[in-house]
C-alpha cells in the first residue's frame, strides 16, 4: 500500500493560491491520487482525483508528475471557508484497503 | 443524491459495555470502511468489506469486530467499551473499481466513560 506524507500544517490568507504537496514513493501502477476536504465534525468529501498530469475542476486543480510519486492539489484564490484539513489517499481500487495519512491543516486567514 | 447514513450522531457508552454502531449507504456500493479519528492522528481504518459477509482488517482492529449481513449495511461492534475507544467513528463506502471515491457519513462521536 502507498504511503503518503504530507504537510501537517499550511496558512494562508484570502485570495492566495494554495498549493498542498503529497508525497507517495511507493504509489503503484493502477493506484489513483484522489483529494478529500473535512470540515470539523463532518466526514470527508472528495474534491478531486487524478491518475497523471493535470486535473481541473470547478474547486481545485491536481498536478501530478510523470513519475507520479508526488501530486500537488492546488486551491486558486482561497476564502476563509477553505479552512479544512485535506487528505492525500492513494489507492487502485478493488478489494483494498485505502489508508489515509494524517492530512494538512489548512488555516486561511483574512 | 448519494447517502450514506450513520445511526447516532452522539453516542454516550459505560466502560464494558457493548456498543453497536450501524452503517447504511444507498448506492449499491460493494465496499464499505469504518475509520476512526482522533486528535492530531488523522483517519485510521478499523475494518473493511468488499461484499456480504466479508470482512477484512485495516490498520487498528483490535478491540472491534464488524458485520455485513446485508450489501448496504455494515457495522461495526465494540465488543466491551474502552476508554480508549472514546473517538469520531466515520463509515464510507465505494464501488469496488479501479478509482473509488470514497462517500463518507457523517460520523458518530463515541464517548466511553
Known amino acids: 500500500l502507498a504511503k503518503t506524507t504530507q504537510p501537517i500544517s499550511m496558512d494562508s490568507y484570502e485570495g492566495q493560491e494554495v498549493n498542498i504537496t503529497c508525497s507517495h514513493n511507493?504509489?503503484?501502477?493502477?493506484?489513483?491520487i484522489t483529494w478529500y476536504q473535512q470540515f470539523p465534525s463532518q466526514g470527508p468529501r472528495f474534491i478531486i482525483q487524478?491518475?497523471?498530469t493535470k486535473v481541473t475542476n470547478e474547486v481545485a486543480s491536481l498536478f501530478i508528475p510523470a513519475d507520479r510519486k508526488s501530486s500537488t492539489l492546488s486551491l486558486p484564490r482561497v476564502s476563509l471557508s477553505d479552512t479544512a484539513v485535506y487528505y492525500c489517499?492513494?489507492?487502485?481500487?478493488?478489494?483494498?484497503?485505502?489508508?489515509f495519512g494524517s492530512g494538512t491543516r489548512l488555516q486561511v486567514q483574512p | 443524491d448519494v447517502k450514506v447514513t450513520q445511526s447516532s450522531r452522539y453516542l454516550v457508552k459505560r466502560t464494558g459495555e457493548k456498543v453497536f454502531l450501524e452503517c447504511v449507504q444507498d448506492?449499491?456500493?460493494?465496499?464499505m470502511f469504518w475509520y476512526r479519528q482522533d486528535p492530531g492522528l488523522g483517519l485510521r481504518l478499523i475494518y473493511f468489506?468488499?461484499?456480504?459477509?466479508?470482512?477484512e482488517k485495516g490498520d487498528i482492529p483490535e478491540g472491534y469486530s464488524v458485520s455485513r449481513e446485508k450489501k448496504e449495511r455494515f457495522s461495526l461492534i465494540l465488543e466491551s467499551a474502552s476508554t480508549n475507544q472514546t473517538s469520531m467513528y466515520l463509515c464510507?463506502?465505494?464501488?469496488?473499481?479501479?478509482?473509488?471515491?470514497?462517500?463518507f457519513g457523517s460520523g458518530t462521536q463515541l464517548s466511553v466513560l
Open positions: 464510507a463506502s465505494s464501488m469496488l473499481t479501479t478509482n473509488e471515491k470514497l462517500f
Open positions: 511507493n504509489i503503484a501502477t493502477n493506484d489513483y
Open positions: 487524478g491518475y497523471k
Open positions: 489517499l492513494v489507492g487502485g481500487g478493488g478489494r483494498r484497503a485505502l489508508t
Open positions: 448506492m449499491d456500493h460493494e465496499n
Open positions: 468489506s468488499y461484499d456480504v459477509k466479508m470482512k
